[in-house]
């Protein structure tokens, strides 16, 4: 089975900082892996993906994510954090099979960006 | 306008009540979704629909239940609804592997 693992509920940066949000994922098959940022009383709202091209894949807002075969992981950075940036970050692996398009999200990480 | 709307954005409720969340996509994409977020546990998948026909449980598909109207159109209902059950409720809208696109949430509380 598939699954998604994010190291850290909380993370917290200084503005300016690097952000670096973590993710490993298990699949027994190429993964398609996702970043979504929640801001409150919103909904999910796509930063970027990997779907096999580029292991380096730029999103909007100045994220990007390196997929790592070897290490099974896909880490979410930007090189400095504005206040904005602060919101709940999911990463998510897509089903196979009969679940092919399913997401498995991880159970989220909290940024929080100090002045 | 949104591409996913969900209808009502909060709802308060009292234990044993029926209640029912609506969906509707403007995307026209095939496959719609329902997952229930609760703090400290991400996203899990209630029910999906990969077209009219084709409903399929979730993870967590106990004390729901799902009807897919129309490809547009796809509500979730709690038949008796209880406390546990109060939690931040979003539905999606996809195709194939393409990324999901989601709604804003309803907000559910049962007292």
């Known amino acids: 089975a598939q699954s998604v693992t994010q190291l850290g509920s909380h993370v917290s940066v200084s503005e300016g900082a690097l952000v670096l949000l973590r993710c490993n994922y298990s699949?027994?098959?190429?993964?398609?892996l996702f970043w979504y940022v929640q801001y409150p009383n919103q909904g999910l709202q796509l930063l970027l993906k990997y779907t096999s091209a580029a292991t380096l894949v730029k999103g909007i807002n100045g994220f990007e994510a390196e997929f790592k075969k070897s290490e099974t992981s896909f880490h979410l950075t930007k090189p400095s954090a504005h206040m904005s940036d602060a919101a709940e970050y999911f990463c998510a692996v897509s089903g196979y099979g009969g679940s092919q398009g399913n997401l498995i999200f991880g159970k989220g990480t909290k940024l929080s960006v100090k002045p | 306008d949104a591409d996913v709307t969900q209808t009502p954005r909060n709802r308060i409720t009292k234990t044993g009540k029926r209640i029912m969340l609506e969906c509707s996509q403007t995307?026209?994409?095939?496959?719609m979704y329902w997952y229930r977020q609760d703090p400290g546990l991400g996203l899990r998948l209630i029910y999906y629909?990969?077209?009219?026909?084709?409903?399929n449980k979730g993870e967590i598909s106990d004390g729901y239940s799902v009807s897919r109207q129309a490809q547009a159109k796809f509500s979730l209902s709690l038949e008796s609804a209880i406390p546990n059950q109060t939690a931040l409720y979003f539905c999606a809208a996809g195709q194939g592997n393409q990324p999901q696109h989601f709604g804003d949430g309803t907000r559910l509380s049962i007292l």
């Open positions: 995307k026209g994409h095939d496959r």
């Open positions: 699949s027994s098959v190429p993964p398609y």
């Open positions: 629909s990969f077209d009219v026909k084709d409903i």
